[in-house]
């Protein structure tokens, strides 16, 4: 398994980033994915799920409304849409196939 994150950076709040992760090495179209983001001091946490065709979709609380979850799968990629940013949303963000193992993440940072 092998998943490679992209599209962290710094951006105010109120803005928008597009995550990417590529993935390798397994099923993909057979895998559900998933994005977690773990913030300086605290746990990792599930911030967003996708089912494998993509007809699924599952979100934290936290993020409902402002974030989507998406895949390709002829692209073996998946994509977190974030939108309306706040500073409370600065965190590493990992993509995840619910086995093996996680990827470096890409950090986010949401500050004016």
């Known amino acids: 398994v092998q998943l490679v994150e992209s599209g962290g950076g710094l951006v105010q709040p109120g803005g928008s980033l597009r995550l990417s992760c590529a993935a390798s090495g397994f099923t993909f179209s057979g895998s559900g994915m998933s994005w977690y983001r773990q913030a300086p001091g605290k746990e990792r946490e599930l911030v967003a799920q996708i089912s494998s065709a993509g007809r699924r979709t599952n979100y934290a609380d936290s993020v409902k409304g402002r974030f989507t979850i998406s895949r390709d799968n002829a692209k073996r990629t998946v994509y977190l849409q974030m939108n309306n940013l706040k500073p409370e949303d600065t965190a590493v963000y990992y993509c995840?196939?619910?086995?093996?193992?996680w990827g470096q993440g890409t950090q986010v940072t949401v500050s004016s």
């Open positions: 995840w196939a619910g086995f093996g193992s």
